[in-house]
């Protein structure tokens, strides 16, 4: 029997070696592995006690085992991932066989890639599931073209379990959205572990049902190639959640709908859980172009808060402030907005509204007044505007708040007073 089925192969394969796309298809459990046809025209597959062995991976033959020769391309280092009809089908290039371990559950795709694992891989994403894990050690890329993700189980909708660093590039003109359950036991819907880097110009809109809706426990870099936009439509607490710094260069951000912070950037800290690491920029909001809308609604909560030194050095930024106790922007350390010698005061921008009034946490007894802008720092004023809402219910006198000095470099304000 192990004669035959090696000389059926031995046919069945150079017979196809004619095929004008030569790609080998093997398919199990909703993954299909290709290679090219044409590696086993002169070694004919060994087949082994219910067994084959393709190009030194073994797959263990079942009644859900397929072989087949069909026109699909492959792309090299690139796994592709499609949601449709309530399950997912992920197909891979053989080489990465023996360093790839993927599970398909329904609309469900958790992937783990070896230690031995020394190449970037592309992963694509496309259509209506449920979710996307991968675990790794190697930096990766996730390409988001027109997906939906909407979770059901314990996982987030989107969980990237890797400390290198992570590209997401957002697909020309697609629309991704991805929203987690409130069973989720991760910290959010869309969770990195790893340094997060975007760019494109796609929209992708997060919903955070059972606490924050994009997390990432290191840096959160949009780059300048970044045109889309990148919308948080609910949380359960933060909108976004960013431990070291997050960056921004480029795009339009909508961050609404959270019962906790807008965007809550915090330190990376040591061991002791006490002192920051001296990790580059860490506890810092940088803001070099794009446009940033941020609420805070709910008390004592923040549109735009970070733990460290904040630059806004251009792009624009309309925080509003309408929880009892709540501050459109707060940064812990300095404020420099603007750049030293620029000539559009226009070039960086912060428009405030703030209409809370105060809040006494009934734990402490502290009380926490509504403000637009809160610095506990100094704040550098360089060419650049500060602008209230004339219908904010915050004076122009009270409605920014400087722990430290406010140095006017060239700055301008509108309808503000710092005293």
Known sequence: MKRLLTIVAAIFVTALSAVAQQTFRVSEGGVSWLYDVTAFVDEPLPFKQGTVNVAGHTFTLGSGTTMSVDATPIEPLTVSVRYADGKATVTVPGTLANLLTISVNGANVDITAAEALADEVTYKLCGTGESFTLHGDYKSTIVLDNVKLTATGTQPALWIDNGKRIEFNVGEGTTNT???????????????????????????????????????????????????????????????????????????????GNKGDGIDVSYVYESDGVTPTADEQNGQFIMTGGTLTVSATADDTKGLKCEGKMTISAGRITATATGDGSRGVQTAGDLYLGTEGATDAMAAYIYMTADGDEYTDPATGDTNKCRGLKVKGNFYHYPSTLERNTASLISQKKIVDVDGAYFNLGGTLKAVTIQ
Not at 179 to 188: G, L, P, Q
Not at 202 to 215: C, F, K, L, M
Not at 223 to 228: D, N, W
């Open 178 to 256: 991805f929203r987690d359950a409130s069973t989720n036991e991760k910290k959010s819907a869309f969770f990195v572990k790893g340094h997060a880097e975007w760019k494109g110009s796609g929209t992708v809109s997060i919903s955070g049902t059972s606490r924050h809706a994009y997390s990432s426990n290191e840096y959160t870099l949009f780059k300048q190639s970044f045109t889309g936009a990148f919308n948080v439509t609910s949380a359960g607490s933060d909108g976004m959640h960013i431990e070291q710094y997050l960056e921004i260069h480029s795009g339009t951000f909508s961050i609404a």
